[in-house]
């Protein structure tokens, strides 16, 4: 008796000749009547005049089927065929990659050769099992001092970059970009403004950067889903060369916007918007994209996750989401930057969870003494500043006042200047013993010679 076929098999094969026809519009998303697709299925909808528009199934409402469009809807018309091109979306990675600008899909969008070898992944995978990860115990130097020093970092730890527009978010996330010990730097431009890609590619990353980088890039223009796929597609390109056993950077700019992209799929998708507009399905997404990077037993992803928070509040949803997510954040501020002070990272309000366990005890130490002072003088600026703080009236603010000045030469860095981790660590250790000597008892004056 011959044997029978694998009917799950040929379901899956007779599936992508689906088809269905376009009954409305809502805004960017469409309705197709008789068209059982499920969702994330990747789908072709005819237009009156010009190649069909590809979308992507997010949902089902009144039995109609929602599809998001990934290009323009201009020419689709009541009845038009929308039809099944596959169940699950893929990227194409490979060491052709280094060096090149690619979009969403994975497709160099750089004028350069479109590369031989490829092996396609699966855009959404799971992430590595909770309990097959291995603890972080090494740093990973980024080549940005005041975080090699203050605000170290380890292989596998996911940092968030909390910044208001204008702070140097991208003049940083360049430097650290051209001078970390990672292998291979997976850059993610979410909602980039157009004109800003070519200035990061040249100004902030630079030719030396770029050659061992994969820029994947969706800029504001590009659909919602464009934009959601980026993200996902520059971790999986990450992922990939992490599989291969290589230390990964990924740096992603920014999170906020792959949030308010989610948002704009979920409303059309019809979910109620929940916290300050933002559907459900946001904080559920962001999760599952960002517990993708870290440690594995073959390599690391270290990520940088850069959160834009609107008139400077930090707990709006999104960076309140992201913080319970993450190892770890850094705050840049605009007070700080004003003063021209770059990086301008707040030491103080930014802390890395990892530190403890990727950093010797002299490290430590180092790093803790400089924290103090800068906190004693935080809380006396307003006195200092007018003048009625006393010297003598308390031993910390003394020692802030006397070191500030090498405190903010240390913390300062150009952005054409790579630091060291071993010029990093020594410059810290150096710094952390004269805060100490600072803040010893000092002799009190001899006594005036008492008089005949």
Sequence with gaps: MADLPDFGQLDGIMSTALTGSVVRTDGMAVSVAGFPAPVGSVVEIERQAGPPVEAEVIGFRDENTIAYPLGDLAGVRFGNRARLVRTSRSVRVGEALLGRVVNARGEPIDGGPRPDAWTPVPLFRAPPPAISRPRITDPLPTGVRAIDGLLTCGRGQRIGVFSGAGVGKSVMLGMMARYTAADVTVIALVGERGREVNEFLERDLGP?????????????????????????????????????????????????????????????????????????????????????????????????????????????????????????????????????????????????????????????????????????????????????????????????????????????????????????????????????????????????????
Excluded: W
Aim: some cysteine.
């Design 208 to 452: 030396a950067g770029l050659r061992r980088s994969v820029v994947v890039v969706a800029t504001s223009d590009e659909r919602a889903l464009v934009r959601v796929q980026a993200a996902f597609a520059a971790t999986a390109v990450a992922e990939y060369f992490r599989d291969q056993g290589r230390d990964v950077l990924l740096i992603m700019d920014s999170l906020t916007r792959f949030a308010l992209a989610q948002r704009e799929i979920g409303l059309a998708a019809g979910e109620p918007p929940a916290t300050r507009g933002y559907p459900p399905s946001v904080f559920g997404l962001l999760p599952r994209l960002v517990e993708r990077a870290g440690r594995s037993e073959r390599g690391s992803i270290t990520a940088f996750y850069s959160v834009l928070v609107e008139g400077d509040d930090t707990n709006e949803p999104v960076s309140d989401a992201v913080r319970g997510l993450l190892d770890g954040h850094t705050i840049l501020s605009r007070k700080i930057a004003a003063r021209a002070h770059y990086p301008a990272i707040d030491v103080l309000e930014s802390i890395s969870r990892l530190m403890t366990e990727v950093c010797g005890e002299a490290h430590l130490q180092a790093a803790q003494a400089v924290r103090e002072v800068l906190s004693a003088y935080r809380d006396h600026e307003d006195l200092i500043s007018i003048g009625a703080y006393r010297s003598g009236s308390n031993p910390a603010v003394d020692a802030a006042l006397r070191m500030k000045d090498a405190i903010d030469a240390f913390l300062r860095q150009p952005m054409n200047k790579e630091a060291p981790f071993t010029e990093t660590l020594r410059d810290l250790t150096q710094l952390g013993q004269q805060v100490r000597s600072a803040r010893a008892p000092r002799p009190a004056p001899p006594a005036p010679p008492a008089r005949n």
